[in-house]
């Protein structure tokens, strides 16, 4: 057992990718470790020929996968885009484990990301002692991605400064990164490629301008669009997450779980679940992430300053400051919701309650 | 051996790919007689086809004549392969016939069946009629009744095998499929026909037995072949749909199938079934349109008829993409056009297909043009799927089954086309007034306004309704215009109801359009009017359109009362927009210009007056005060709305006169700015102007306020002041003077008598003596 907190994907799953690279069969584009059809079945699962069975990473529409695969056997970047909570990391690190095998060639963007952390940086001690140099470069895995042909990840892209961005337009385009400093260029090996993520959101922070964003193909990871599907997702996190903060999860808990999805997905859908009433949408994102985070605080609460029981009361304030970002506009939709929707449901009384009073 | 001559082709309906094999095969096979799927006496009007004046999208019609409701429509566009084999056949001088069982005996079917449903179900009525029209309008078979799950798909299966083949493989588009498996490298025809049929004769054995209706057509199409086949000497073509193909050419002795048709109902009498040429629409091609052999994309196959599917085909129709989506405002560069044709071809290759199909060509789409957003898609989908194409059909094509309806209904209701205007006066009560009305209110819906409405506005929630009617000839062409909207005057005026409710975006026109469909009977707009009517309530944030949507709703509801309609979720719709516009009401009533305040002054006050008529619900109507009560305290809210909140309050004896004063007190102390105080005055007084007379308090408030203003601000007002004072008349006007003076009379008038005057009054005294003698000289 080695005592690292959490392996790369490549480090666990490397049994699935063993079976399925034994088996592949047919052309690769070059530096890929396996065929793109095999990356799509290590994302989706199934079993391979010989009957091993690889478990699906990624539940949700296959189109989305195949695309995203197709997408970087051309030579144009991939962005992943979505809410919070949609497995837009998850996603790409595993694709990139599929594909050269090493998923941790990361950079984390961040608004204090500058252009040393992407291109290359320097050594500094090197550099004053020797003048520029080879050995005074400090290679990002950007630029090591490039020498070897393999994928590099950026995660959360317009986080970064959009100055910053920009740079990544020649190397997207052009394929090459030049070194003025040593009157070299880097050229990109094949194989090499970009996934990006970012979170579609968080608009106006450093929107992608629109020429790097026309490098990029761009595939959207939804919501889950089950509702059993969803439950059960928030149900084993909330009973994960219970467990590592030592908080008792109550029987009473999956009732509550249900309750706060279907005010979420019919929040988030502007219908309510019997598609009879149309509803308006407040600015939120409302999240499966978000549902997680309400029952985590809700039930924290109940265990530090509640009663025995668990419910409306606990739930009601994390709700209210999921749903209720704008305070002038969400209120008027959260208000309306209640009125219009929640009164008449007899089951929901104390929710409408609990919200209503801290209105 | 005539069986030789006999060549059957099994094709796809509406499958490009389909009937592009079969010109090439006709060509090969040179037939003396071209045999169709499609109703055996509808033959005589093939000609038509040929006529420069047919453009498709057409649709052959078949409809009952005395009967509502009954109706086979047979769509073509021009990559239908029964229309390009007609168009072969008529100009290669080859016979063509239909060879399919009649229409006159499908529509007495249809009618027996409806004959039944009504003894079954009594209270049948011209709405229900309607729905059965809507269900039979189904090409292939008109008897779709079995609706549980397992026959829809048998359904699916016989009307489309390859699209069901296809979606087994994971094709979300039949003509992909056929593309890649049935045509790839196969150049003969006869290969692909052969394999069509071997694939279908392995279907159907996998399948339970067929419904006595499908073995009687066959049958009757068996027959219908073999006779052709006796009586021509040169080959015969054999069209039908791919599923019927092992079943014709099925052994089966002639006796067997005249045993067959036996139990076959009796046909129509001519005179009762007429069929002729339509012009159809290409959105109505689509299955998505309730057309059950129709298919998910008209255009795209229009594109594959016309470019085939290749890499040029393909780059075309992502060209075009990319045009619609500038068009909808999406920067989309041929670079990004370029990227979208190779991820086209590596999504192809992970699905395992040998080229870019519909599938890819979308997916690619969305993720390189739209920037993954499927909004985008979605906005031109629609247009771009489904296109807006209308067919046209020559003139000497027989008459058109709405002008045929609009007959039938002028005999119902003995109204004779006249072009002078006469009045008429309609008892809704008595069944000939409803349906009279009803006819009117539907023809005005479909913009041939025969009659004129005439005092509608009172005569509303009464029994009685006064029109003028007069015919114009050129009613009947904008009649015929409509035909694409259905077969029957009631159905026609429907779906354009329907239509123009779906582009409504205004609430309260949307309420307007949705009281017509009340008054023209048309249950299925009504319906449909409901359901839009909620969803845009629910997404409107304006609160003049909240107000806006609150009268015609009223009038909906009263309506309803008045004819025992069971309108239930009308009064929860009231309800609802009540209190959304609650709601929103403080928030929208800040910061507006003059035009706009009077807009909402208008809107609060007709909305108000509703609220009150319509009895809503306690809660309901307590957040509507709480609302005005907001707009009242709030310094926020635009002035004349604040005044009319107050005045509305202080009526309903919301607010009581000590703090009415202190506020108007408040609002009309010329600390504040002169727009406030017009605003709130004009907003208080305009519609009340009487309060004045009433209400000594506020006249003296209203007094000094005037009185306190300087030259200029009073010059600017006398407009205001017009405008409030001219709703009195001249009596109350004068009241209105006399209260004002009537103070200062009092306090100055205290009588002295005046010596010096006293010598003129005894001359005055004497003159009016003259006076009243009659004398004309009596001033002297």
Same mark, same amino acid.
């Given at each position: 057992m080695s005592d690292v907190l959490r392996q790369p994907a490549e480090v666990i799953y490397q049994a699935e990718l063993d079976a399925l690279k034994a088996e592949d069969q047919g052309q690769k584009p070059?530096?890929?470790?396996? !065929?793109p059809k095999s990356v799509v079945k290590y994302l989706l699962g199934g079993t391979t020929a010989s009957g091993v069975e690889i478990s699906p990473k990624y539940i949700g529409s296959r189109r989305l996968i195949e695309t995203a695969v197709a997408t970087l056997a051309t030579d144009r970047a991939l962005l992943l885009l979505g809410v919070? /909570? =949609?497995a837009k990391s998850w996603v790409s690190e595993h694709l990139a484990a599929a594909i050269c095998?090493?998923?941790?060639?990361v950079i984390q963007c961040?608004?204090?990301?500058d252009e040393n952390q992407i291109r290359y940086g320097w050594n500094y001690a090197q550099l004053l002692a020797k003048g520029p140099s080879k050995e005074a470069l400090v290679p990002t895995p950007l630029f090591r991605a490039m020498e070897s042909g393999s994928l590099c990840r950026l995660e959360?892209? =317009?986080?970064?400064g959009s100055d910053v961005q920009d740079t990544l337009i020649t190397v997207l385009s052009e394929k090459m990164l030049p070194v003025p400093e040593l009157n070299e260029v880097v050229f990109a090996k094949r194989g090499f490629n970009i996934i990006a993520t970012a979170n579609n959101?968080?608009?106006?922070?450093?929107e992608l301008s629109s020429a790097l964003k026309r490098r990029f193909n761009v595939v959207v990871l939804p919501l889950p669009d089950d509702m059993e599907q969803e439950i059960e997702i928030i149900r084993r996190r909330v009973a994960e997450m219970g467990q590592s903060l030592s908080l008792p999860v109550p029987e009473s808990a999956g009732k509550e779980i249900e309750k706060v999805v279907t005010i979420f997905r019919e929040l988030r859908s502007g219908t309510t679940l019997d598609g009879k009433m149309a509803l308006k949408v407040p600015s939120? !994102?409302?999240s499966t992430a978000e549902a997680i985070a309400v029952m985590v605080g809700g039930l924290s609460q109940a265990a530090w300053f509640g009663d025995a029981s668990f419910g409306a009361a606990d739930i009601g304030a994390n709700l209210l400051g999921a749903i209720v970002k704008d305070p002038v506009q969400d209120k008027l939709v959260l208000e309306e919701y209640l009125e219009t929707v929640l009164k008449k449901r007899k089951d929901y009384s104390d929710y409408y309650h609990s919200i209503n009073e801290l209105l | 051996m005539p069986m030789k001559e006999i060549h059957y082709f099994g094709i796809r309906h509406h499958g490009p790919g389909s009937s592009r094999r079969l010109l090439a095969a006709l060509e090969r096979v040179q037939p003396a007689v071209v045999l169709i799927? *499609?109703?055996?006496?509808?033959?005589?009007?093939?000609?038509?086809?040929?006529?420069?004046g047919m453009t498709p999208p057409v649709a052959l019609l078949s409809f009952v =004549?005395?009967?509502?409701g009954h109706s086979i429509y047979y769509p073509f566009d021009e990559y239908s392969p029964e229309y390009q084999a007609c168009r072969w056949a008529l100009q290669a001088g080859a016979d063509v016939r239909f060879i399919d069982l009649p229409v006159s005996v499908q529509l007495a079917a249809a009618v027996a069946e409806a004959g039944e449903d009504h003894n079954a179900d009594d209270a049948t009525d011209d709405a229900g009629g309607e729905n059965r029209d809507v269900e039979s309008?189904? =090409?292939?078979?008109?008897?779709?009744?079995?609706?549980d799950a397992a026959s829809a798909d048998s359904q699916a299966l016989r009307l489309d095998p390859i699209s069901v083949l296809a979606r087994l493989a994971g094709y979300d588009d039949g003509e992909s499929w056929w593309n890649h498996i049935?045509?790839?490298? &196969?150049?003969?025809d006869p290969a692909v026909f052969t394999a069509l049929e071997q694939a279908m004769a392995e279907l159907r054995g996998a399948i339970p037995d067929d419904s006595p209706r499908e073995v009687q057509r066959e049958a009757y199409m068996r027959l219908q072949i073999a006779d052709a086949a006796k009586k021509t000497d040169g080959p015969v073509a054999v069209i039908c749909g791919a599923w019927h193909l092992p079943g014709l050419k099925a052994k089966v002795s002639q006796k067997d199938d005249k045993a067959r048709l036996? !139990?076959?109902?009796?046909k129509l009498p001519a005179k009762r079934v007429n069929s002729t040429w339509i012009p159809w629409t290409s959105p109505r091609? &689509?299955? *998505?349109? /309730?057309?059950?052999?129709?298919?998910?994309a008209p255009m795209w196959y229009r594109h594959l008829w016309r470019f085939g599917q290749n890499e040029a085909s393909l780059v075309r129709w992502l060209a075009l993409v990319a045009e619609q989506l500038r068009q909808a405002g999406l920067l989309v560069s041929t670079a990004a056009v370029i990227e979208t044709v190779r991820l086209c071809h590596s999504l192809a290759v992970i699905r395992d297909r040998p080229s870019p199909g519909f599938e890819e060509a979308r997916d690619a789409t969305i993720a390189s043009l739209c920037g993954g957003d499927i909004l985008w898609w979605q906005q031109i989908s629609r247009q771009l799927l489904l296109g807006s194409l209308v067919g046209e059909v020559p003139?000497?094509?027989?008459?058109a089954p709405l002008l045929d309806d609009l007959q039938q209904w002028q005999k119902k209701t003995r109204l004779k086309s006249e072009a002078l205007p006469r009045e008429l006066s309609l008892d809704l009560r008595s069944e000939p007034g409803q349906l009279k009305s009803w006819l009117l209110h539907r023809l005005r819906l479909l913009d041939v306004p025969w009659g004129e409405q005439t005092g509608s506005g009172s005569s509303r929630g009464t029994f009685r309704e006064r029109w003028v009617i007069a015919w114009q000839p050129e009613f009947a062409v904008q009649l015929v215009e409509n035909q694409i909207y259905g077969s029957s005057l009631a159905q026609a005026a429907a779906e354009r109801t329907i239509e123009k409710m779906r582009s409504q975006r205004q609430l309260g026109e949307l309420a307007k359009l949705l009281l017509a469909a009340l008054e023209a009977e048309l249950p299925q707009a009504v319906e449909q009017g409901f359901s839009l009517l909620a969803e845009r309530a629910a997404h409107t944030a304006e609160g003049l359109d909240l107000l806006d949507g609150l009268p015609p709703l009223v009038d909906i509801s009263r309506y309803g009362t008045s004819r025992n309609l069971?309108?239930?979720h009308v009064n929860g719709l009231i309800e609802r927009l009540a209190v959304q516009a609650s709601l929103s009401l403080p928030v929208a009533v800040?910061?507006?210009n003059e035009e706009e305040s009077t807009h909402y002054r208008h809107a609060i006050a007709d909305a108000h007056a509703q609220l009150e008529l319509a009895q809503v619900n306690d809660s309901v109507m307590e957040g509507w005060w709480q609302a005005l009560q907001e707009v009242m305290h709030?310094?926020?809210?635009d002035a004349g709305a604040r005044g009319l909140a107050s005045r509305l309050l202080y009526q309903a004896k919301r607010l009581n006169e000590d703090r009415l004063q202190q506020l108007m007190a408040r609002m009309l102390s010329?600390?504040?700015p002169i727009h406030e105080a017009k605003g709130f005055f004009e907003g208080f007084f305009?519609?009340?102007?009487?309060r004045l007379l009433y209400d000594p308090r506020l006249r003296q408030l209203v007094d000094d306020w005037l009185g306190s203003l300087e030259e200029e601000a009073f010059i600017d007002s006398l407009p205001l002041l017009r405008r409030v004072f001219s709703e009195l008349d001249a009596m109350e006007r004068r009241r209105l003077l006399d209260a004002l003076h009537a103070g200062e009379v009092r306090t100055s008038t205290a009588f002295a008598v005046n010596e010096s005057l006293a010598s003129q009054w005894s001359a005055h005294l004497q003159g009016l003596g003259k006076l009243l003698a009659g004398d004309k000289q009596w001033m002297n």
């Open positions: 070059e530096n890929w470790q396996m !065929t919070p /909570g =949609t095998g090493n998923s941790s060639r961040t608004s204090g990301t959360e892209l =317009t986080r970064m959101r968080d608009k106006g922070v450093n939120g !994102t409302l | 799927e *499609g109703p055996a006496d509808c033959s005589e009007l093939l000609p038509f086809l040929a006529s420069t =004549t005395d009967e509502v309008t189904d =090409t292939e078979n008109p008897d779709t009744e079995n609706t049935v045509e790839q490298g &196969a150049d003969d036996k !139990t076959l109902p009796a091609l &689509a299955s *998505g349109s /309730g057309y059950s052999a129709g298919v998910s003139a000497d094509v027989p008459l069971s309108l239930a800040r910061q507006l709030s310094n926020l809210c010329p600390a504040n305009s519609g009340a102007a009487e």
